[in-house]
């Protein structure tokens, strides 16, 4: 398996950790009983649950560009310092937008949120 490969795995166990951590807020919050229902008239999640919450959607976002990134790169046969620098530059600035979001730290967030940015963007010039 290739070293992208292996960080689209991790990302994916990344994604799933943020899942947990955002039901387990929303639990703590409104209760099992309402989670477990059909969800009308639950109140907004606040505080920390919900940044996990918002930054578990904001990742499934970015999870699909870099899965189709990584899987066309596999698919093409292309692996070089870009693609695996791209990868990692994507996986760590998004572990690192995970903790910052869920902490409630703004302006390093959106800086996490950019290293990502500049991963998936290596991964792009790296198949054109």
Same mark, same amino acid.
């Given at each position: 398996?290739?070293? +992208?490969?292996?960080?689209?795995? @991790?990302?994916? *166990?990344?994604?799933?950790? %943020?899942?947990?951590? *955002?039901?387990? #807020?929303?639990?703590?919050?409104?209760?099992?009983?309402? =989670?477990?229902?059909?969800?009308?008239?639950?109140? +907004?999640?606040? #505080? @920390? $649950?919900?940044? &996990?919450?918002?930054?578990?959607? /904001?990742?499934? +976002?970015?999870?699909?560009?870099? &899965?189709?990134?990584?899987?066309? *790169?596999?698919?093409?046969?292309?692996? /070089?310092?870009?693609?695996? =620098? #791209?990868?990692?530059?994507?996986?760590?600035?998004?572990?690192?937008?995970?903790?910052?979001?869920? $902490?409630?730290?703004? @302006?390093?967030?959106?800086? $996490? @949120?950019?290293?990502?940015?500049?991963?998936? =963007? =290596?991964?792009?010039? &790296? %198949?054109?």
């Amino acid at each position: 398996m290739s070293s +992208e490969l292996m960080y689209l795995v @991790w990302t994916v *166990a990344l994604t799933f950790i %943020l899942v947990l951590i *955002a039901v387990s #807020g929303a639990t703590l919050q409104v209760g099992l009983p309402k =989670l477990a229902g059909n969800r009308e008239q639950v109140p +907004e999640i606040q #505080g @920390w $649950a919900g940044r &996990a919450a918002r930054a578990h959607n /904001n990742m499934l +976002e970015s999870l699909v560009l870099f &899965a189709v990134l990584v899987l066309v *790169a596999q698919v093409a046969n292309v692996h /070089n310092a870009m693609t695996l =620098l #791209g990868a990692q530059l994507f996986f760590w600035g998004r572990v690192a937008h995970a903790v910052v979001y869920v $902490a409630g730290i703004p @302006w390093v967030r959106t800086a $996490a @949120w950019g290293v990502s940015v500049v991963g998936l =963007l =290596l991964l792009f010039f &790296a %198949l054109m």
